[in-house]
């Protein structure tokens, strides 16, 4: 079994992609998924939980990160060892869980995308806010840049959702 994390920042298409994935069959964990509460909002000195609406402005993005429950990720991707597990999202902490994958995909698009993207979903209100987006911008290049360094493969994912998803299913 093999195990593939793909991450990009908010509005990149990670859920779509998920959406299409879990479509097709294959074992998918998204890291937003409610019922599974994977993640938390956490202070990012503290670690203390913390909760955040949509729209809350800097401060607290600056302060606070969404963070992943490692030990349960591990326990959810290691439950079925007979078949590929893909996971996908974005953590605070996601630099000290990427060990647990064979690949790591970076979902990128051009900014005017990202926040059309952004504007138009219904599923997820983050990055709606001016702040938000602030925020988006003020990490983007450092996140990529950092994932690439990590040996990432890239997908545009400006192109369409199929073609997308067969890239990623290509290069598993």
Excluded at 26 to 36: P, Y
Excluded at 136 to 162: G, H, T
Aim: glycine residues 6%; positive net charge.
């Amino acid at each position: 079994m093999k195990k593939f994390y793909i991450t990009g920042i908010s509005g990149t298409g990670k859920t779509a992609i998920s959406l299409k994935l879990k479509q097709k069959g294959l074992n998918v964990i998204d890291l937003d998924d409610e019922n599974i509460k994977l993640c938390h909002w956490k202070n990012k000195k503290t670690r203390k939980d913390s909760f955040s609406g949509y729209g809350t402005g800097l401060d607290f993005l600056n302060t606070n990160g969404w963070y992943c429950d490692i030990e349960k990720l591990k326990f959810l991707i290691n439950s079925d060892d007979k078949n590929n597990f893909f996971v996908v999202g974005i953590a605070e902490n996601q630099n000290e869980f990427l060990n647990l994958f064979d690949k790591i995909f970076l979902l990128q698009c051009d900014e005017a995308e990202l926040f059309r993207r952004i504007d138009n979903r219904k599923d997820n209100d983050f990055g709606k806010n001016n702040s938000e987006k602030e925020y988006i911008k003020s990490f983007r290049k450092k996140f990529e840049n950092d994932l690439i360094n990590k040996k990432a493969i890239v997908i545009n994912s400006n192109d369409l959702i199929d073609s997308i998803v067969d890239k990623i299913i290509s290069n598993t």
